[in-house]
């Protein structure tokens, strides 16, 4: 049935929006509901997991490959460009936060880790937020790492140069009862 759907190779390094940097193990052809599927095989380092995806469905869970050099230098610069103020209710940030997430790009994992960097400058952040600030922080990391072909010390200190280097957004004023 998925023959033809095979994007990804063997030994490939891809992103799994959310889930982090996998590598595909094999490719597999397995049984389901009298069908023949093709899954990929993908081994996911951050939390030693396997998990089989159909080829034809990875597109669809945004599977992609690493960025290029380019989009990754793009995406160091963009955590250190000024930033529009967030909202003030954590929620709110919360929700818009994991849609982006959710979208899986390099771009709207590093506008996560920007925003969230800089607000738990100003306030400490709830812990579903600040779980998710870890989550995007070690998501961007990692493809930033393989993509730029750097060790995870370097990259993380090119990201953390970047981000105490950003002046103060000009919008930056906050309310008493803002959070929690």
């Keep these: 049935m998925s023959r033809a759907a095979k994007k990804y190779q063997v030994d490939q390094r891809i992103v799994y929006p959310s889930q982090g940097v996998g590598i595909i193990k094999s490719i597999e052809e397995k049984v389901f509901k009298d069908d023949k599927v093709l899954y990929y095989?993908?081994?996911?380092?951050?939390?030693?997991?396997?998990?089989?995806?159909?080829?034809?469905?990875?597109?669809?869970?945004?599977?992609?490959?690493?960025?290029?050099?380019?989009?990754?230098?793009?995406?160091?610069?963009?955590?250190?460009?000024?930033?529009?103020?967030?909202?003030?209710?954590?929620?709110?940030?919360?929700?818009?936060?994991?849609?982006?997430?959710?979208?899986?790009?390099?771009?709207?994992?590093?506008?996560?880790v920007r925003s969230l960097y800089h607000r738990s400058k100003v306030k400490e952040l709830p812990i579903l937020e600040r779980k998710l600030y870890d989550s995007a922080l070690k998501l961007f990391e990692d493809e930033i790492t393989y993509s730029l072909r750097k060790s995870r010390d370097e990259v993380e200190t090119l990201i953390f140069t970047r981000l105490e280097a950003e002046p103060e957004p000009a919008a930056a004023t906050e309310t008493a009862d803002d959070d929690e």
């Design 41 to 112: 095989v993908i081994y996911l380092e951050v939390s030693d997991m396997t998990i089989m995806v159909p080829t034809d469905k990875a597109a669809e869970l945004g599977i992609r490959p690493i960025v290029a050099k380019d989009e990754a230098l793009r995406a160091l610069e963009l955590i250190g460009e000024e930033y529009e103020s967030i909202p003030s209710d954590w929620k709110l940030r919360y929700q818009m936060n994991m849609e982006l997430l959710k979208k899986g790009s390099i771009t709207d994992i590093a506008m996560i």
